[in-house]
Nanobody, 126 residues
Framework: QVQLVESGGGLVQAGGSLRLSCAAS????????MGWFRQAPGKEREFVAA????????YYADFAKGRFTISKDNAKNTVYLQMNSLKPEDTAVYFC???????????????????WGQGTQVTVSS
């Protein structure tokens, strides 16, 4: 069992930055690939970024490339999402998710993940 708790969301002006954190419980955090997803009102949940178990490999949605950075600290049981150059269209609830040994080709699919956090709101004003 893994419990995930996100933090770091908030209100920021366009062009600003936020760093989201996702703290995980449990001793097997290093066995999980981690993903960040987001969901805006009236829209489906969409993939943002993912990182493999060791933290050595990452993958990003096109809109996140060059602006967002995912990282994983297995010693702290925490995954981060650094978001720079934020745009109003980045406004959404951001969720982290954990997938046990999840293969790279499955990272973008929400249903492949085993555990989810409760989400943290990110609002970008224009």
């Amino acid at each position: 069992q893994v419990q995930l708790v996100e933090s770091g969301g908030g209100l920021v002006q366009a062009g600003g930055s936020l760093r989201l954190s996702c703290a995980a419980s449990g001793r097997t955090f290093r066995s999980y690939a981690m993903g960040w997803f987001r969901q805006a009102p009236g829209k489906e949940r969409e993939f943002v970024a993912a990182i493999n178990c060791s933290g050595g490999s990452t993958y990003y949605a096109d809109f996140a490339k060059g602006r967002f950075t995912i990282s994983k600290d297995n010693a702290k049981n925490t995954v981060y999402l650094q978001m720079n150059s934020l745009k109003p269209e980045d406004t959404a609830v951001y969720f982290c998710a954990a997938g046990l040994g999840l293969l790279v080709r499955l990272w973008v699919a929400p249903h492949e993940y085993d555990y989810w956090g409760q989400g943290t709101q990110v609002t970008v004003s224009s």
